[in-house]
């Protein structure tokens, strides 16, 4: 499954580095064809990464401990659940989670936008995979989820403190906020290069400024509440680095999210 992982990854890389490559050749001459080749590549990473979330999400389930991932943060004992948010729970499966959620939102752009907003779309998928393309790099050759050992009988299972429900459900909605805002940014400097600063971009990104947003809050007081109750900090907002960094991304959000209403009005 390892082998499959790696493959997966490393076509995945390909198709984002040709969709950032061939987006950009499409500004210079003005091809559909090229742009379209680019959409496409897209959406292609996007299965590729998937099928690595499959594939790292299987090791876990059925206890491949050959694969460090599993073995230093799964174990034969622990809860089905736990096995399953193990995915997220070092770095390694943190940037694939990020490169999934960054690849499953950049295709939905490109099908949302396949009749409107062509004179931007060009750019807006260059930055897109170019964000991509550096996870993906991270993840290929800096820390890959798919690195093996020797067999092992069972692994060192989770951190005591990540045992918690919110495990569950607090990165992932943290990465959605985080993830989330790539798309406005995209957006934000295709308007800039097309000389297209009206209203258009963004109307165009006004529910994915939302939606992050959202989510990001949600995701902070999940973290913060989390932390509370599981290290006992004293208080449900400690100032840590941890939750500051979480915050200031947040708080440059808000700004946003008014500015461009007030733009719009």
């Given at each position: ?29 003005k ?36 694969l ?60 897109l ?9 991270l ?19 989770l ?64 973290g ?10 004293g ?31």
């Amino acid at each position: 499954m390892s082998t499959l992982g790696h493959f997966a990854l490393f076509l995945a890389l390909v198709c984002s580095a040709w969709a950032a490559t061939a987006a950009w050749l499409s500004t210079i001459s003005k091809g559909r064809g090229l742009q379209r080749s680019a959409e496409r590549g897209v959406v292609a990473a996007c299965g590729l990464v998937a099928l690595a979330v499959f594939t790292l999400e299987y090791g876990f389930v059925t206890n491949d401990f050959s694969l460090d991932a599993v073995y230093h943060y799964s174990s034969v004992s622990q809860p089905l659940p736990y096995k399953i948010g193990a995915l997220w729970g070092g770095q390694a499966g943190s940037l694939l989670l990020w490169a999934f959620l960054l690849s499953c939102m950049s295709s939905i752009v490109v099908f949302t936008n396949r009749n409107k907003n062509r004179a931007m779309m060009p750019w807006v998928v260059h930055v897109l995979a170019i964000v991509m393309t550096f996870f993906l790099v991270l993840n290929n050759f800096i820390a890959s989820p798919f690195e093996t050992g020797p067999l092992r009988a069972d692994g060192v299972g989770l951190n005591p403190q990540l045992k918690n429900y919110w495990m569950m459900i607090h990165p992932p909605t943290l990465y959605l906020g985080y993830v989330g805002f790539t798309i406005p940014f995209a957006f934000g400097i295709a308007a800039l290069v097309t000389r297209r600063t009206g209203d258009i971009w963004f109307r165009t990104t006004r529910r994915w400024t939302i939606f992050s947003w959202f989510f990001l809050g949600i995701g902070i007081l999940m973290g913060s509440f989390w932390a509370y109750i599981e290290l006992g900090w004293g208080g449900y907002w400690a100032w840590d680095p941890v939750e500051n960094a979480s915050l200031m991304p947040w708080l440059t959000g808000t700004a946003f999210l008014h500015s461009v209403i007030l733009q719009e009005k």
